[in-house]
């Protein structure tokens, strides 16, 4: 898992090879058409006999660990045997994509984080409107934006771990029959704003909805679980665009922010006052190295994302204004742009 530093000019980041985003395309384009997908490891098939009949059993690794079994069918129901052989040949040449992409620089979250976005792909709920948010939408807009980010030697690292799951929820989905379903408990820290999913340690989710500073309680299966509401999540989460993540030894269809925005919206996150200066300096990174990806892609977005966003957002950001352009020594094709639009009006 990539680690962000502690730096004050960003990262230095290079974009990918033709054939490398290739094969990501690639990999995307068949994971769109593939339907649900297997969870954990792409396993293999046991015939087990039991009283007068055999059945078959796809044997695999859940998480790291801990084995799991799905009852397949009777061993003559040859089309359930056939579809399951299929559905774990596309789950190993999947895992066989993932494991070279990362090794050519592409981001690619851990299992924990897989097995959870897996179950979420399943159900439907990115389909249904649920947007990934956080660490892991920029690590998706990298991907797909063909970026490969090197650290310089001399910085110090933060301490490894694996980034939490944020997700944007829009009203319409969390006014949706899916939401009650999600298999979505409360979590255990005091403030109440984090949720979990049962079964699976040491992961936190957040949810996030627009509104204002205040807890929307949503009913589960599992047990009533929480979504804050946040000013100019509306502005994060209009029009979201389809992508994929890196995860595990899948790759997961999701809901992701617009680019552009995320950029203006996470360095809008980091200027707040409940930011610890570590989360502030690794929003900021992301998004400096996220808007220059931007920006040779699609050299307007950025200006029209932020001539888009709201009043009193903008008005946050612009005290960052001589923080941000200190930091672009490597990045000299955003200096004008940050220079124009967070000059004091």
């Known amino acids: 898992?990539?680690?962000?530093?502690?730096?004050?000019?960003?990262?230095?980041?290079?974009?990918?090879?033709?054939?490398?985003?290739?094969?990501?395309?690639?990999?995307?384009?068949?994971?769109?058409?593939?339907?649900?997908?297997?969870?954990?490891?792409?396993?293999?098939?046991?015939?087990?006999?039991?009283?007068?009949?055999?059945?078959?059993?796809?044997?695999?690794?859940?998480?790291?660990?801990?084995?799991?079994?799905?009852?397949?069918?009777?061993?003559?129901?040859?089309?359930?045997?056939?579809?399951?052989?299929?559905?774990m040949d596309f789950a190993a040449w999947s895992s066989r994509q993932v494991v070279t992409l990362r090794k050519l620089g592409f981001q690619v979250a851990d299992k924990t984080l897989a097995r959870v976005l897996v179950e979420l792909h399943n159900l439907g709920a990115f389909s249904a409107g649920l947007i990934v948010v956080g660490a892991l939408s920029h690590m998706a807009w990298l991907n797909e934006l063909g970026i490969v980010v090197r650290l310089r030697q001399e910085t110090a690292r933060l301490p490894s771990g694996q980034p939490g799951l944020e997700l944007g929820a829009p009203d319409t989905f969390l006014k949706s029959p899916l939401a009650s379903k999600l298999p979505i408990a409360r979590g255990e820290e005091p403030s109440g704003l984090s949720a979990r999913i049962p079964g699976v340690e040491g992961l936190s989710i957040e949810f996030h909805t627009p509104g204002n500073d205040m807890i929307v309680e949503v009913a589960g299966v599992d047990g009533q679980w929480t979504a804050r509401a946040d000013p100019n999540y509306d502005y994060?989460?209009?029009?979201?665009?389809?992508?994929?993540?890196?995860?595990?030894?899948?790759?997961?269809?999701?809901?992701?922010?617009?680019?552009?925005?995320?950029?203006?919206?996470?360095?809008?996150?980091?200027?707040?006052?409940?930011r610890l200066p570590v989360q502030a300096s690794k929003d900021r990174q992301r998004s400096l190295v996220l808007a220059a990806a931007v920006m040779e892609h699609d050299p307007w977005a950025l200006l029209t994302a932020w001539e888009q966003a709201p009043p009193a957002m903008a008005a946050s950001l612009r005290p960052l204004r001589a923080t941000l352009l200190a930091s672009l020594g490597p990045l000299p094709e955003l200096y004008d742009l940050f220079n124009d639009c967070l000059r004091s009006s």
């Open 236 to 274: 994060l989460l209009t029009a979201p665009e389809s992508g994929a993540l890196l995860a595990g030894g899948h790759c997961i269809p999701v809901l992701l922010p617009q680019a552009a925005r995320l950029v203006w919206h996470t360095l809008f996150l980091s200027n707040q006052a409940h």
């Open 1 to 87: 898992m990539f680690n962000w530093v502690i730096m004050e000019a960003t990262p230095v980041h290079f974009r990918q090879e033709a054939a490398f985003c290739a094969q990501y395309s690639e990999l995307k384009k068949r994971t769109l058409t593939a339907g649900a997908l297997l969870p954990g490891t792409p396993g293999t098939l046991h015939r087990r006999k039991g009283t007068g009949y055999a059945y078959w059993y796809r044997i695999y690794y859940s998480t790291p660990g801990r084995q799991a079994e799905t009852l397949v069918g009777r061993e003559n129901d040859t089309a359930a045997e056939t579809s399951m052989r299929q559905r």
